[in-house]
């Protein structure tokens, strides 16, 4: 489990504590990675467990297309 200093406040309980936690859902075939709440882990974003946006730059760099975003 991954700590996130973060100043920001979860919407439930207003702490400032989250983590990323990995946790299979019902219906997906991946394991996805929940950003959450430590204190009452209500989840706050998903990201997915391969990180696709740096799949595609590495993909692309290999390729010698210079992606712009
Ligand atoms: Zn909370």
């Given at each position: 489990?991954?700590?996130i200093p ?7 309980c207003?702490?400032?504590g989250?983590?990323?936690y990995?946790?299979?859902?019902i219906?997906?075939k ?20 391969e ?11 290999k390729q ?6």
């Amino acid at each position: 489990m991954k700590i996130i200093p973060s100043t920001t406040k979860c919407a439930k309980c207003e702490s400032c504590g989250f983590e990323a936690y990995n946790e299979h859902v019902i219906g997906c075939k991946l394991e996805l990675t929940f950003i959450r709440c430590r204190n009452c882990k209500t989840a706050v974003g998903v990201l997915e467990p391969e990180l696709s946006s740096i799949l595609i730059r590495d993909l692309a760099k290999k390729q010698g297309i210079n992606l712009v975003f």
